[in-house]
C-alpha cells in the first residue's frame, strides 16, 4: 500500500542546495521540484513534494538568487471600463516571490467582477546558485 511521505523541511532545503550547486541554474521551480524530488526518491520512494513547497523553503537559502520573469499579455494589460456593468475599475495588486508589489488585475467595486492577470501571465522564476567568494 503506497503512503505519502512528507520529507522535513531541512533535509528539502539540503537537496534544494545540491542540485543547484551542482546544475548552477534550474529554470522554473517545476523543474527544481523534479530535481529535488529525484534525490528524495533515492532515500524513499515514498516521498512526496510540490513545486509550492519547493519554492517557500528556496526563498530561506541566502545562496539562491532568484529571478523573476514576467509575461505580459498585451490585450490583459489595460481595462478602464467593467465589461459588465462599463463602471471604472480599480486596479489590484499582489506581490510575487520577490515581495514586489506587482498589478495582477482588476475588480469593479459595483458589480463585483474580477480579472486575475496572474492566471494569465504565470511568473517564471529562475533559480541561481551564487557562490560566495572565500566560502564554499
Ligand atoms: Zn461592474
Known amino acids: ?5 512528507i520529507p522535513k523541511q531541512d533535509f528539502v532545503i539540503n537537496l534544494i542546495k545540491e542540485v543547484l550547486r ?4 534550474v529554470q522554473s ?3 527544481l521540484c523534479y530535481h529535488v524530488l529525484d534525490g528524495l526518491k533515492k ?6 513534494l510540490s513545486p509550492r ?3 517557500e523553503l ?16 498585451p490585450k490583459m494589460t489595460k481595462l478602464d471600463k467593467c465589461p459588465v456593468c462599463d463602471k471604472k475599475v480599480s486596479k489590484i495588486y499582489g506581490k510575487n516571490l520577490l515581495n514586489k508589489k506587482i498589478h495582477i488585475g482588476y475588480v469593479c467595486r459595483r458589480c463585483g467582477y474580477t480579472t486575475d492577470l496572474e492566471s494569465f501571465m504565470p511568473m517564471k522564476y529562475l533559480f541561481l546558485w551564487k557562490t560566495v567568494k572565500g566560502k564554499v
Open 58 to 73: 528556496v526563498i530561506k537559502i541566502p545562496n539562491v538568487e532568484i529571478k523573476a520573469k514576467t509575461k505580459k499579455i
Open 22 to 25: 551542482k546544475r548552477g541554474v
Open 43 to 48: 532515500y524513499d520512494k515514498k516521498y512526496v
Open 29 to 31: 521551480q517545476e523543474d
Open 53 to 55: 513547497r519547493v519554492k
Open 1 to 5: 500500500m503506497p503512503t505519502k511521505k
